[in-house]
């Protein structure tokens, strides 16, 4: 939809997630896109390196999210939310599910 406008599909997708949820480290992204890992780290990369998005370190995981004293982080996000609702009901449903808690060891789905 606005890869045209970010440069690229994968980059698309990686600021799709992170207004879906707030935030996201780059194996949650991939899997939840099936992306390379490596493809989401260089987006998330450039982005943090050009201003958009900052990380910060969760235990051993790093964490990316928009700077909020970006420019036109309001802007973008409008644009994004407003991408957000053209998708498929199946692929919003998988974007914006979120655990929130730990699963107990061998517990069934």
Known sequence: ?????????????????LTARGSGHPREIATCWSLDVSTVQNHLLRMERDGLLVSRKVGRTRVFEFIPRYLFVDEIKVLLTKALTQ?????????????????????PL
């Open 1 to 17: 939809m606005i890869e045209a406008i970010v440069g690229s599909e994968g980059a698309e997708r990686v600021l799709l997630f």
């Open 87 to 107: 998708l498929p009901t199946d692929v919003l449903d998988r974007l914006t599910l979120q655990r929130a808690r730990p699963r107990r060891a061998r517990k």
